[in-house]
């Protein structure tokens, strides 16, 4: 619950990390009261911040129906990841030099994530972990572009990309994979390597997206 007046971007951040964790079910329609209540909100704050995750696609909304999460849909979360495959090494490549704190912000994500997701097998930490890990990532290595258009269009892609990997990590996606190939990028990365960093980021993103889209075609994905 809020505990003072909440702005609209409180709100919606709330309502999408429901979203993205799965206490707003993938497929569900809202209960606009049942959430109000439990947000500790006005419905009009609720449905404002609604309304902008809708033109964000992050909901959907019917005339008369309400508002409702979309399905996890394998098609969608491939679509997500085939643009992020080019506009994040393109982003890369516009980008100034990664300052220094970066690169240590860089390694203290991975070692936060190994750490997280080598430990005993509790899926919500550990789907929590691989989300942060794919969105803060992109999010470091962002704030070096110029192009501020950009950023924004890769900070909503990865906003909408967060619960499918939330959910796929859930189900078994062989992280360790994953974790080692951010390794390697960081090392590209940290030794000023930006082309091959830029390759390699692209072709992670485009490797590993079919596992993962793949695991949520199964029946019980949602």
Known sequence: MFQRKPLRDDVQKEILNRIV?????????????????????????????????????YLSSDMGRGFAVPPLDPVQFREIQAMLSRLEP?????ASALSSQTVMELYNLINRARMK??????????AEALTILVYQ??????????NQTLQTEIARLQGLAGRFWFQVA?????????????????????SGRTREACTHWQDQTMRFSE????ILARPNAD
């Not at 079910?25 to 609604?50: C, F, K, Q, W, Y």
């Not at 997701?117 to 550990?126: A, D, F, M, V």
């Open 21 to 57: 964790d799965g206490r707003l079910a993938a497929g569900s329609r809202i209960n606009e009261t049942h959430l109000a209540v439990d947000m500790g909100l006005s419905r009009t704050p609720l449905r404002e911040a609604m309304i902008s995750l809708v033109a964000k696609q």
């Open 90 to 94: 393109f982003a890369l490549s516009e």
């Open 117 to 126: 997701l080598g430990s005993e097998p509790i899926w919500p930490q550990q």
């Open 137 to 146: 990532w992109s999010t470091l290595v962002m704030s070096h572009g110029p």
């Open 170 to 190: 859930r189900r078994g996606f062989p992280f360790e994979d994953l974790l080692a190939s951010y390794s390697q990028l960081y090392e590209l990365l940290r």
């Open 211 to 214: 596992p993962a889209a793949s």
